[in-house]
């Protein structure tokens, strides 16, 4: 994606993943660097929906809610403007030198995905606080149903399609039949 304030892609859309384990289920923030991932474009543009707020960039370097404009520029927006601009540099300065994978810079410039950064922290979670993990969700989200924790909405959805099978977008699934 195009680093806030410039028109070319330099920096990828590294995802970030932060889970904290609970006995109620479990808090997964699971995210890209963009406003929206593809996935999410692709959704909202099966369903011919624009996005809620801007998300990219058209073809003319304007700001746009037409997920497929932003899909045929490949110019996402990055989270928060400048903040997740600087994060997804961030992210990508920090995995490679500490993985020794490739950075955004060396893949764009070969045009194929392979030997990419990844890191992987994990914590000895014997001493996590559940009781402090559901008083910080409880504070957060008040009386307030429509505020939700992250990965709150996949555990419905789990669940959901655990107890009524499996939602897909019909568009999608006919598509995977015709394989």
């Not at 304007?62 to 997740?84: A, F, N």
């Not at 045009?111 to 000895?124: A, M, N, R, V």
């Not at 957060?140 to 107890?163: C, F, M, Q, W």
């Amino acid at each position: 994606m195009p680093p806030f304030g410039g028109s070319e892609p330099r920096l990828g859309n590294n995802p970030l993943v932060i889970a904290v384990p609970r006995k109620e289920g479990h808090v997964v923030l699971d995210m890209a660097i963009s406003q929206f991932s593809y996935g999410k474009l692709q959704e909202y543009q099966l369903e011919g929906r624009q996005l809620p707020v801007l998300g990219g960039y058209d073809e003319q370097g304007l700001l746009t809610t037409d997920p497929k404009k932003i899909k045929e520029s490949q110019r996402t927006l990055p989270i928060g403007y400048w903040k997740g601009s600087g994060l997804s540099m961030m992210l990508d300065i920090l995995v490679a030198a500490l993985s020794g994978g490739s950075s955004v810079a060396e893949i764009t410039a070969r045009q194929k995905e392979y030997g990419l950064s990844q890191i992987f922290i994990c914590i000895d979670a014997k001493n996590i606080s559940g009781s402090t993990i559901n008083n910080i969700i409880s504070f957060t989200k008040g009386n307030d149903p429509s505020i939700r924790y992250p990965g709150e909405h996949v555990l419905a959805t789990r669940k959901k399609s655990l107890e009524e099978g499996v939602i897909v977008n019909d568009e999608m699934w006919q598509q995977v039949q015709m394989l």
